[in-house]
């Protein structure tokens, strides 16, 4: 095990691993890695963490992914061998029970049969998972043994989805994610209307790891569903074959291969396509498809590997068929691809292209776009409207947590009704439909906030008369906290310590934010660094997944951001306890006989003392707080700078208050004289 994953199992952060290397000579020995990055045995770091009392016991889930990392045959692998052993775990126990009590040689011997036995009957005779070998099993019982385990604790499915998803967090450059809420807007819009047909079959034919197609599994009535997927990478494709199989009891085939140059389901015509295709792909396949018969609407140019993922689903849906697929706002307007959308658009198969807000997807930058289409069929005429929806009103700007579930209604309520009649009332800003004469101009721009009439200016002159009042009062509010002269100093020079060694005095508690896991509905909200630096409350949300503790927040808690160019420190106050800490956060919880609260968080945002204790790692910037210095004073003085601190922390939110009222009066003046709802005189 690595040194971050020292700092996981015991609850620090890895300086404090760093230190301990430093300060204790029987501290475990490195066994591999590198100099900067070594690690450890297992066995030996737990039993230096229990004798220097740290902790009680390894909780099984981290023993499991140690064991899981440190495989010898790689992450990837050991992952599979989990998951075929979970699977056997949940569809057949009492073999497992049976081969739990042989000895390991003799499980590795036996295990071979029983997996490829579950394995045919859960995903058909010609699966693409490699069912390891005795000899590979040898050295994988420990493994094995802890995640059944686990799946008697979690559940197989969701041990399944720890582990992986445990996996997926720690490669992020390595797979391309589609996030749960898009996918779950993205499974909604593709269920479309309800038919007789007990039988649905569901395709994505670049289903990387699969969460297009759990989330399909997931939506609309019970019936007998079959998830079909196909994935480059034949490694991730036997993992996220083992996912759904584990995620429910619907028919699973996952093929490995390129859809685009070996299409594994050309014999299918399925029920949904749900599609996160790769983005601005070259090397698609331009020069030998030239001649596929898939290229129904225009033969895609070799930038246009997005318009070639379109006709491939909308090749393998049935009549009727829907399709949903995300793609970069460019390929609405590119002049390269305008014969293709106009074709799509005069013979009926798109039907809407709806632009999600910034930051709901990766690249997190810039909004992506839904494009929603149905399979033409014989006797269909030609649909006469297409729905246009825009979702940026509906996300402040700023924001680093989106209100996705307002964006996912707006979506859904729009799309419902333009798919039962045809055409949805306009909205301005956020929908309408649009006849499809009416894009097929020399552009075929079909990018929504182009066709979108602009919203009404913030609610007219009432609404901005109601603001100019609100900032007369705030703008009287900050005149009454601006301190007064102050009187000039010595300049003394106090005695100092640092947090860390507070910390470790005893006069304070220190914790991490991040990375807990208990997303739902009665999860506590998530404190960000963007709260934090803004003075705004809670806006994150706890991420789904295996139940792991958070850090919540008290009253009279410090918390710091860590990461940037930042000076500020927050006292925690009723509104905002009971929040759990978010990612690059540090938590300070003065023990108020020694710190007051206000005092420390004072000290801690001079520019000078945060100076001193940041680091520079490239071009980010990052904080040690341990090293943030604090003076040595009585706690009656504490108090008195306290106080002064307290009072300069409500001056700075009456400033921040007017800021944004400010804003708000002025942008609301320009686009009431721009769309004539404000006169100028």
């Known amino acids: 095990m690595t040194a971050a994953g020292i700092a996981r199992l015991a609850g620090v952060g890895r300086a404090a691993v760093s230190n301990w290397r430093r300060r204790h000579a029987d501290f475990p020995q490195p066994i591999g890695g590198t100099e900067t990055s070594p690690t450890f045995y297992l ?26 990392v440190g495989h010898p045959a790689g992450a990837v692998t050991a992952l599979r061998y989990a998951g075929t052993v979970l699977l056997l775990v949940k569809n057949r126990p009492m073999d497992w029970l049976e081969l739990s009590e042989l000895s ?88 479309g209307p309800k038919t007789d047909r007990r ?26 569903l079959a998830v079909l997927g196909q994935e480059t990478d034949a490694d991730l494709a036997a993992l996220t074959a083992l996912r759904l199989a584990l995620h429910s009891d619907a028919q699973v085939r996952v093929c490995p291969g390129d859809s685009l140059r070996a299409d594994a389901f050309t014999d299918l015509a399925v029920d949904v ?10 090397n698609w396949g331009h020069d030998e498809l ?3 018969p898939r290229w129904e609407y225009g033969f895609p140019a070799r930038t246009e590997s997005e318009l070639a993922w379109v006709q491939h689903a909308l090749a393998r849906l049935r009549e009727g068929g829907t399709a949903v697929l995300l793609m970069p706002p460019a390929v609405a307007s590119r002049r390269s691809g305008r014969r293709i959308r106009a074709d799509l658009l005069r013979r009926g198969a798109l039907r809407a292209v709806i632009s999600l807000p910034a930051g709901a997807a990766p690249p997190y930058g810039i909004p992506l776009h839904l494009w929603v289409l149905r ?45 039962r009649s045809g055409t949805v009332e306009e909205k301005p800003g956020q929908h309408r439909s649009l006849p499809v004469i009416d894009l097929l101009d020399d552009d075929v721009d079909l990018a929504p906030a182009r066709h979108l009439p602009p ?16 900032l007369t009062v705030a703008l009287g509010r900050a005149a009454e906290l601006a301190p007064g002269v102050p009187e000039e100093g010595t300049g003394a020079r106090w005695p100092t310590t640092t947090v860390g060694e507070l910390a470790r005095a005893g006069a304070l508690v220190l914790r991490a934010g991040g990375p807990g896991t208990a997303g739902g509905p009665d999860a506590p909200p998530v404190l960000t660094d963007y709260d934090v630096k803004a003075g705004g409350a809670p806006s994150g949300t706890l991420p789904d997944g295996p139940a792991e503790e958070p850090v919540l927040a008290e009253v009279d808690d410090v918390v710091v ?73 009585p706690l009656a003085e504490q108090r008195r700078y306290g106080a002064r601190f307290r009072a300069l922390a409500a001056f700075e939110e009456a400033l921040r208050l007017t800021e944004r009222l400010g804003e708000q009066l002025v942008q609301g003046l320009y686009d009431g004289l721009t769309d004539g709802t404000v006169r100028p005189d």
Not at 53 to 67: A, H, M, S, T
Not at 392 to 409: C, E, F, I, N, Y
Not at 459 to 468: H, S
Request: proline content about 8%; charged content about 20%; some cysteine.
């Open 43 to 68: 066995t030996d770091v737990e039993r230096w963490l229990r004798h220097q009392g740290k902790i009680e016991e390894v909780p099984l889930r981290e023993r499991v992914w140690q064991q899981l």
């Open 104 to 191: 390991d040689a003799e499980l590795a011997e036996a295990l071979p049969t029983a997996l490829e036995t579950v394995l045919a009957a859960r995903l058909g005779e010609h699966h693409a998972i490699a069912v390891p070998t005795p000899a590979e099993l040898a050295s994988s019982s420990a493994l094995l043994r802890g995640t059944a385990d686990l799946a008697t604790v979690r559940g197989a499915g969701p041990a399944y989805e720890f582990l992986l998803g445990r996996h997926l967090d720690a490669n992020p450059r390595q797979y391309s994610l589609t996030p749960p809420g898009v996918a779950e807007l993205m499974a909604a819009l593709g269920h």
């Open 199 to 224: 039988d649905r079959m569901v395709l994505d034919p670049a289903c990387g790891t699969g969460g297009l197609l759990s989330a399909a599994g997931s939506a609309g009535p019970a019936e007998r």
């Open 273 to 282: 396509v749900l599609c996160h295709p790769p983005f601005n792909e070259r």
């Open 290 to 292: 030239a001649y596929d």
């Open 375 to 419: 399979r033409p069929g014989a006797q269909q005429s030609p649909t006469p409207q297409v729905l246009l929806v825009d979702t940026a009103d509906l996300a402040p700007a700023g924001r680093d947590k989106l209100p996705w579930q307002a964006v996912s209604t707006a979506v859904l309520e729009a799309w419902e009704d333009f798919d």
């Open 455 to 470: 919203p009404a200016s913030a609610g007219g002159v009432a609404d901005l008369t109601a603001v100019q009042d609100r």
């Open 561 to 633: 951001p860590v990461l940037g160019d930042v000076t500020v420190a927050r006292v925690i106050d009723e509104a905002t306890a009971g929040a759990a800490l978010g990612r690059g956060l540090f938590l300070l919880r003065p023990d108020p006989a020694a710190l007051d609260p206000w005092f420390l968080a004072g000290f801690l945002r001079g520019t000078a003392n945060q100076r001193q204790a940041s680091s520079y790692a490239s071009t980010a910037t990052r904080l040690d707080v341990r090293r943030l210095q604090v003076p040595r004073l």
